[in-house]
């Protein structure tokens, strides 16, 4: 209850500033395209040099907190989702919005995102040494089999073809391999300049997500305008919060699939919220609506990927070790005040690390607020006339993905990638599934090199892949999930027919 | 009119299984062959899916994915065609912000259903360029440093 | 008559508004990028923020520098971008780590080499240390060596990559002893290779100091031996590997600092190469760099390029035999 006693120190006049100029920063910057947490945190790193440790840890967390939700707007809004995190709510989120219910997707997740969030922080400060365990269990041949359980949600993410569905992610899958490889450095399927340094992630999503989108408005062409014109419903927030709690288990699993994988160093934040998302789906009894602006959808996402947050620095603050590109910002920020996280933190330096930690907590709520606020506001964007729509949404793209590395290339991969995938889109093919094999190829790969080379040093490839409780828990999920793929396809012939089949093709466009 | 789609199909399944099948031969070719594990067993799922989806496609059987209709083609191509040389040449070309205002003029001009005729509607796109522009200046040169290709008029 | 033909170039040049790289009494007239080939957070890309933190004082150069990531490859797609793409007209900096790319260049399959570079100071000194967790049985890096003879390539132990310091200092450590011993490169870099050793993935490391230090304080690992001449200020009590009998010097200590692309006017890195030094002697910047335990090692442009050449002989012997 150590958090409580500092509770006092947030709401000083200098440090609740802080928090909610971090606050409202971080939703800024959340929200604007290209702009990963990762990459807003470590712009903010040179302001908290002048500051105190406190105070420079306050915010820090708070824009960390704010700007995972924040990507929820852009997500939403213009279906470019802000970060890997984000791609889950863009499945439902930006449907919703386009029917004109913006407000309600917007302050779903808000609301979601805060009880995920809080959740995630109550993780922290409660069982941090259990946790701690957790983080290090996971070692190259546990993260392998998790790799391949996020490929084989594959199949079944936001396609009405199974076979379609792992098409698509052998593309992503493929994507990730181009440039040079992580561990030996030799060159694959280089054949052009702008892809030597293989495919960003952070520009492959813009590309994926908001160039079909864009062409898709530009063959309403100049018409039709006003065959579409979208009441903008408002949305009390009551009803908001009705909605989410009616949605217990949407809620649930994400809260918590969200936080046991974020926990995971290096894979969790990025597949936490496509993760949770699959897993309710799976669960629902309205599974069928998901992808169709269903709330459950919008939920299991955001409370996802809110609630890693705090698991994600549960290695940070006691092993020292960054478990994510985030942490390793935020490690950063501490060093420069010359404190070194450890199991120690919290005894050398309680000031700090419970201020840090229960502005993460008020962060949470002060994020929903602000978010609620904005939601009424920004569902508006609905109304905005295609024409108007498609050059904001391609001129942020552009800039967007430019400005993750400065680099060119990137913008040309992510118009090639945007433009390929609007044609994939007409034929069945679906961008989440091939986002999902761009990210876990990496992961999959670098694991099982190596995996296979302490193998061959140690036991053998066969023990060490294929023995140890993990392993097998790992590997019995996976054959768990294949199998219900298989049955889903099976089952869904005998109903499924090519008018069933454009009828949902339809809704989701 | 029924069989667009199909013959869509066929020519997108087409060209997939194509990749599929080239990257199968580039990965299974090159060396060093130890970078190249993960590449082949990714691409030999690819290929073998791919083939499946387009044999399917021959067959007429393909459920999922209502293709291109001629009318969507004809209004999506003028945009298209400005998006691309934006893009790929202007950007870099003539100037980052340069380009993205024309281009961002040009497609409204293109696919705003005010009429041409008027000079309140021109007013308008102009505004709402000019406003657009001034909000990416703020936010990605003034506020996030981004460095943008130089500029040919300033 | 060639100074007036230069001089009448110079106008025009000027005229025109092409004159940017040429107009050196000005530079810098904007912000500065310095681009690190590694991710945000990781030690270089920390470190290159607070050394550049003073960019925009008066006395330093009086433009912000700003920091862009290209992380991939170990470090191969930055430096490959910085060769072949970057702009060389001052206003696009690069960080070196060394022998990094230097090792890449001569392994191959780059489009770099210590040629395509000009280096304008160094900043910092981070040595290789050999670390192995906590409670493990080794204490000495004689127990590390006996092991490894004893089980022929069977020592596991973790680094940041291929051709980077620390695998530099692996096969040094390798030939010295005359040992085979098992190499594990992370894709997650120092922080994923301090990883699997503290979750005991494998039986030892090689990592950096700064990071190390920061792993032992905290409890986690023990440090056997430093991979430099000298022992570091950092960790007095830790002996070198020379002093424990093998002879290994200091071609594995990371050195880190700004460069510009070939090709960049000679002004301008004059200019840059009379400040930066005086910019990370900037007493706010060295204190920073202190509390963070990271160790600074300030070289001027002519010490870094004797550094480079020095490094690049070394690299070419102990490489020529893989």
Known sequence: MEFLFYMGDVFTPINFGLL??????????????????????????????????????????????????????????????????????????????????GAKALQLSFLASAVGGLFGVFLLIFLTPVLAQWALAFGPSHLFWLAILGVTVIGTLDSSSVVKGLLSGCIGLWLATIGFDDIMGAQRFIFHPAVSGGINVIPALIGLFAIPQVITMFTKGRSSDDAEIITVQRHPIRLAVLEVFRRKTALAIGTITGSIIGLIPGVGGQIAGLVAYDQSKKFSKESEKFGTGHSEGV???????????????????????????????????????????????????????????????????????????I??????????????MAAIVLGLAVFGSYSVQNSMGDVYVMATLGVAMYFLERFGFSAA????????????????????????????????????????????????????????????????????????EEALS | MTDLPRNQHIIASGLIAGVGLSIAYISFTQEPAAAFVFPRLISSVFAVLAVWTFIKAMLGRTKVGNGISAQAMRNMLPGLIVAIIYIYWAAKGVGFYTATTVAFFVLLSLYDPAPHTQLKSWLKRIAITAGFMAVMYGLFAQLLNVFTPREIFF | MKTWIAGAALALATLTGTAYADGHGEYPERPIMLMVSYGAGGATDFQARIVTMTAGNEDALGMPIAIVNRPGAGGRVGWNWF?????????????????????QSI??????????????????????????????DFNSMDDVVSYAKENPGGLTFSGA??????????????????????????????????????????????????????????????ILGVFDLERNAFLPDVP?????????????VNFRGVMVPKGTPQPIIDKLAATVPAMFENKRVKSRMEAGGSPMHIMTRDEVLAMWAAREETLKELLAGL
């Open chain 1, 20 to 101: 909610l100029l971090g606050t409202i920063g971080g939703l800024i910057l959340g929200a604007t395209p290209g702009l990963s947490p990762t990459m807003a945190v470590a712009l903010l790193i040179p302001f908290t040099f002048q500051l105190e440790p406190q105070q420079g840890l306050i915010l820090l967390g708070a824009a960390y907190t704010s700007t995972v939700a924040g990507g929820a707007v852009s997500a939403i809004l213009l279906k470019i989702p802000g970060a890997p995190a984000n791609i889950a709510t863009t499945l439902d989120g930006h449907t919703m919005a386009t029917k004109g219910e």
């Open chain 1, 299 to 373: 939920i299991a996402a955001e409370s996802a990927n809110n609630a890693m947050v705090g698991p994600s620095l549960v290695p940070l603050l006691t092993l020292s070790i960054p478990g994510s590109p985030t942490a390793a910002v935020l490690l950063g920020g501490l060093l420069i005040h010359g404190i070194f996280p450890g199991p120690d933190l919290f005894l050398n330096y309680p000031q700090v690390a419970w201020t840090f930690i229960d502005s993460m907590l008020i962060g949470q709520l002060l994020m929903c607020v602000f978010g609620l606020y």
């Open chain 1, 375 to 388: 939601a009424g506001l920004a569902a508006s964007v609905a109304r905005v006339p295609h024409a108007v």
């Open chain 1, 433 to 504: 599934p091939l986002v999902l094999g761009l990210i876990l190829g990496p992961i999959a790969e670098a694991n099982f090199i190596q995996g296979s080379m302490i193998a061959n040093a140690t036991v053998g490839t066969g023990t060490y892949f294929f023995t140890g409780w993990l392993n097998w828990l790992l590997i019995a999920i996976v054959v768990a999930s294949i199998s219900y793929s298989v049955w889903m396809e099976i089952m869904s012939r005998r109903y499924t027919t090519k008018d069933d089949a454009v009828a949902k």
């Open chain 3, 83 to 103: 060769a072949s793409e970057a702009e060389s007209d001052g206003y696009t900096l690069g960080a070196y780590n060394i022998p990094h790319f230097i090792a």
């Open chain 3, 107 to 136: 392994e191959g399959g780059v489009s770099y080499s210590a040629e395509s570079f000009e280096p304008i100071a160094n900043w910092g000194a981070d040595p290789a240390v050999f670390v192995v967790g906590a409670d493990s």
């Open chain 3, 161 to 222: 990559g291929l051709f980077v310091g620390h695998h530099i200092a692996a096969l040094q450590l390798e030939k010295a002893a005359g040992v085979k011993m098992a190499y594990i490169p992370n894709n997650a870099g120092g922080a994923g290779a301090m990883r699997a050793v503290i979750a005991g993935e494998v039986l030892g490391g090689v990592n950096n100091l700064s990071d190390a230090f920061r792993a032992q304080a905290a409890g986690n690992v023990k």
């Open chain 3, 240 to 252: 070198t590997l020379k002093e424990q009998g093998y002879d290994i010097d200091n071609a594995s």
